[in-house]
């Protein structure tokens, strides 16, 4: 009986200890998560209040003035665009090529295991060595000059493994009883993914690209040597010509030029975090929206 | 039925159909390796550049000894990556040291804890931390946090190790947070439904059996981090001063490897010395990155192999 | 040509398939005849649907599995069929599960007719009408073609990938345990489908279930283990005139 007693004691004690633990690690946990998404929280804040007053239709669509310390970012922001733009048509059909070789064709092999690898490194490896290589490879090697088809090219192969990776992704999620379906229907494997495996998988692909334009947009050690340039007072007309570029812009009146009234960079920045976030969250909403709409 | 005419049977022809299919099959495989050709011709690329320099002109004892690094000295210029090596290393230390316990932390808040929109709502902020580029952050360094460690600390300079360590811990924490997650959620739910039928906590279960059975891909998480940190060059050449230095305290500042390179490939002519060594240590960084995470794909394939 | 021989669809001798270490059918031997419906019972891991598989060479996109021997298709092996979609496309399939694609009903029948360059309105109408009809499903879908296949009953499901099979005008039909996840009704009506469909093809039906094989089949064949127990008429198997005794216990269901 006072076995039973003591048993009965010690078992409620150490579950109230276990409780008692439980809650303080949650607490802790959920602290450590706070303390990590506060932060960001205060700096765009920061952004908003000093940068908000630079910001106006004037500033968007303005060319630089003053020796880069009053006017807008016009040349910078057409200058992004031409560089995404040039990017993607690069990186998008080599990314998805290889998210389809690797979701719908890939054996279990070395071969593949040294793609997935050859992926990670490609995301792994600085963006300054990327840069490196630009110049190397594309501006001297290739004789493309420092030039938007540089940059971009240099900027397509960094982010190439995000559209791999995203795209895999969505194709694996699409089920393998109907690749079984249309083969067994007499499609061929090509027919198979054209017009089963991708149109079911477009809107997932779509979420891809969106995320590799914002990291597209952000990125700026790359385009330093193979293509985007200080200053310049008219817009790219091709591929071969240099450009301004919102990234480069924000570094060089954040660090390069004196004289600048404080509202000016914040502005920039302000205006670059702006279209990465946006960006992002169409990225996002798409996605949830995604999962209401799945049709298996 | 063999007078109905709609019967147009297939015979065992190479038609269209199993052309495309035999042309896609080509297409998409050169697609598929283009990851190796890339991975490939970066290291040629570079290595062209600075490999002949690293092994014929450089003086390697000296390049790894010496704080040194004088480049356009005259007559001698003098090549000692010592103090960048240390720059790196001290900023990308202390990012982990703020990095690492947040990033697990909120890991497994966000795995095991936070439940439906919490959850989500938590990843979505997560996944718009880790989307911040790299030059906002330096500009946060530099316009945000440069002042405010002036003021706290009451020191001249707020350029340093301390700040550009923050900045990037803040930068990693949500790519190892995410990562990290992806481990965790690796673990079968039959393993915690297993446990906690026998009772245990949430916290129980996730100490005795969600940790140890993700352990690999957490490791592989931190890696992938000070990797990220390792390679980071804007926002670590805006926030860390930028003086070739051997950081004795969080508040000198520093010059890392990447940030040598960036600030001083636009001044070099094609060809000098000085170009060359840029590339040798871009050839350094590439070997150093490609090390990383070929040992993190080789633990988590480890971790996968377990559960498997 | 000889009028015997070419009443054999299927001709298999010593079939064997393996995945990896593990070998699903040891051997098989049996000949389907043109026009019939072919029957094989058997309990789970007898082999059944790896033989289905191996039929329209599905071996050829599942990683590890391995034929070998002679399985001849009108008198020649699939094995030196080049365009083996040619092939597939001679042969329908329907799974145990249905697998309604994720395309509107009218799609999915009209998909293998569009494959083989059908391309005209009406004539794929007429393909996607008169195959529904087939099915037993026209009257209950012809109100909605536009929309999800996979958004029907179970039961509807199935009859729609019985209908897409029937799109391609097969030559031999190949059924998996098409009743496992039909309820009684519709297996019924699927099954008059099938008696229907004799006339114009030959029909291979595995089945779980042992008194469908004696209500539809010709002829039946037992698959134990990898191997084939016993091959005859559906009637003598079935009215205990057996050669082998396992095929007596399995049908009376002493086992299974």
New interface residues.
Partial sequence: MSEVDVRGFRAESLDHRNQRNQRLFQLMFGLMTVVLIVPVVIIISLLVVRGGPALSWEFFTAYPAANMTAGGIFPALVGTLWLVAVALAVSLPLGVAAAIYLSEYAPDNLLTRLINLAIINLAGVPSIVHALFGLGAFVLFFEFGTSILAASLTLAIMTLPVVIVSTRETLQAVPQSFRVACWSLGATRWQTIRKVVLPNSLSGILTGIILEVSRTVGETAPIMFTGAVFFLPFLPQGVMDQTMAMSLHLYNVATQVTGVPESLPYGVALSLIGMVILLNSVSIAFRIHLRRIKKW | MADQPSRNRLEDKLDAAWVWDRVAKYAIFLGGISAIVFVLAIFLFIAREGLGFALFDLDVGYFFSSPNWRPTAEPEPQFGALALIAGTASVTGLAMLVAVPFALGSAIYIGEFATGKTRETLKVLVELLAATPSVVWGFIGLTILNPLIIEVFDVPVGLTVLNAGVILGLMAAPIMATIAEDALKAVPDTYREAAEAMGATRWQVIRQVVLPSAKNGLVAAVLLGVGRGFGETMAVLMASGHSVNLPTSPFDSVRALTATIASELGETAQGSDHYRVLFTLGILLFLVTFVINLLADVLVRRGDKKQA | MVSGKSSIKLNIEGLKISYGDHVALKGASLEVRENEIFGIIGPAGAGKTSFLRAI?R?DE?T?GMKVEGKLEFNG?DVSE???L?????????V?P?P?G???SIYENVA??AK??GVKGRDDLDEVVERCLTRAALWDEVKDRLDS?G?LLSGGQQQRL?IA??LS??P?LLLLDEFSIAVDPVTTMRIEEVLKTLR??MTIVLVTNLVQQARRLADRTALFLAGEVVEVGKTKKLFSGEAQDQRTTDYIEGRFG
């Fill in positions: 329209n599905m996109m990683p020649k069929w080049r365009n979609y040619a092939l597939r496309s001679r042969i329908g399939v799974f599960l697998v694609l994720p395309m998909f293998a494959l083989r999800l996979s990938t897409r099979a391609q005008e030559e006339k114009e």
